[in-house]
């Protein structure tokens, strides 16, 4: 399954889509939205309280003029496996 937005919160497309959950786990990369870092933080209870606090940018300048939460919700996986890895 080839993963082209996060999966937590629905970002994208990202620069560079992952070939597998396996591969999105072992990139340690961090979102630039909802900041989780694969293999790390990526669970639903981090999403949840990322939304409970307001939804801040990782990086605010890349963030897009208008961005709505609810725009991207439709690329979220869920449920979102837990990682077997933690
Ligand atoms: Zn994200």
């Known amino acids: ?39 790390l933080d990526d669970n639903e209870p981090y999403y949840e309280k990322w939304v409970s606090e307001g939804c801040r940018w990782l990086y605010p300048e890349a963030k897009p003029t208008g961005w709505r939460l609810q725009d991207q919700l439709q690329h979220q996986i869920r449920p979102w496996p837990p990682n077997p890895l933690t």
């Open 1 to 39: 399954m080839k993963i082209e937005y996060c999966p937590l919160c629905g970002w994208g497309p990202l620069e560079k889509p992952y070939e597998s959950m396996e591969e999105l786990w072992f990139s340690y990369d961090i979102c630039d939205c909802c900041g989780c870092e694969y293999g």
